[in-house]
């Protein structure tokens, strides 16, 4: 796995740890985003579909395909940055005699998973703060029995479409012990949000590109007071600044999920919950 490298927040300054994704080629080589790390990152305030995927050139056989550009989510402000990646450049001896020019192919993307179905396998999840690891981070003798210790890594989903962050927060939630996880029966309420339910769960996933505010925060508490279950929420876009002091003041942990499919936790309450599982 690759180390996380340090990625200065332009909000609030500061250094969050953020380990670059490896995606799989075409041909079965990794692939992972070529970071420009002397280029300051910039805040994403919306989302485009142009500027939400990155050209990655496969070292092994040439061929070009369409990857999530890395972002990061701050976890001080909550502030979501995207990082400059290297442009492709021409390979040495590329379109001369022997060494013709590779054809732009994307790459076919993962199979979504069922929702409903068995809990993820390999994989590691980013936690916040400049130290970024798996669930198990930081585990080393006396904490080999901690419930973050013995869970298996968290395996990501490439989120492409609204229904993949659902997915993902669906795979998530199981990785995190809460059982049955799924939509709940019976017509939606019309909202950009969708509902998520398990037995001592209610969350929500919003998988828009605004951030998410404090009335949906409030919603989502409001509905596991109701259930006396516990409320979640995810984002891909992050939150306001007023939603991530209500949840704090309320113990809603909050998560933000980049294109990669790895949530990461940004407040207090999600680290407590990704450390001590359902």
Request: hydrophobic fraction near 35%; proline fraction near 14%; glycine fraction near 12%.
């Amino acid at each position: 796995m690759a180390e996380a490298v340090p990625v200065r927040c332009p909000a609030c300054l500061r250094e969050n740890g953020y380990t670059v994704p490896v995606f799989p080629c075409a041909c079965g080589s990794p692939v992972a985003p070529p970071l420009d790390l002397a280029a300051e990152p910039l805040p994403l305030t919306r989302r485009t579909w142009s500027e939400t995927w990155v050209a990655v050139r496969c070292g092994a056989c040439g061929r070009e395909g369409e990857w999530p550009h890395p972002e990061v989510g701050c976890a001080s402000c909550g502030t979501v940055v995207r990082i400059p990646v290297h442009p492709l450049t021409a390979e040495p001896g590329a379109g001369s005699p022997g060494h013709p020019t590779p054809r732009p192919r994307p790459a076919p993307a993962p199979p979504a998973p069922d929702a409903s179905g068995p809990g993820p396998g390999q994989g590691r999840s980013q936690g916040r703060g400049a130290a970024v690891g798996g669930a198990g981070a930081g585990a080393g003798p006396g904490h080999a029995s901690s419930p973050a210790a013995r869970r298996p890594a968290f395996r990501p989903l490439t989120i492409r479409t609204a229904r993949d962050a659902v997915t993902t927060a669906a795979l998530y939630l199981r990785w995190l012990g809460f059982q049955d996880v799924r939509q709940p029966d019976g017509r939606p309420v019309p909202s950009a949000a969708v509902d998520l339910r398990a037995p001592g769960l209610v969350a929500q996933v919003d998988p828009t590109t605004a951030p998410a505010g404090l009335r949906a925060v409030e919603c989502v508490w409001l509905n596991g007071l109701t259930s006396c279950a516990t409320s979640v929420y995810f984002a891909l876009a992050g939150y306001t600044d007023e939603a991530r002091i209500r949840a704090d003041d309320l113990g809603i942990p909050l998560f933000v999920m980049d294109l990669t499919g790895m949530p990461q936790p940004v407040n207090d309450p999600a680290d407590e919950l990704l450390g001590t599982g359902a």
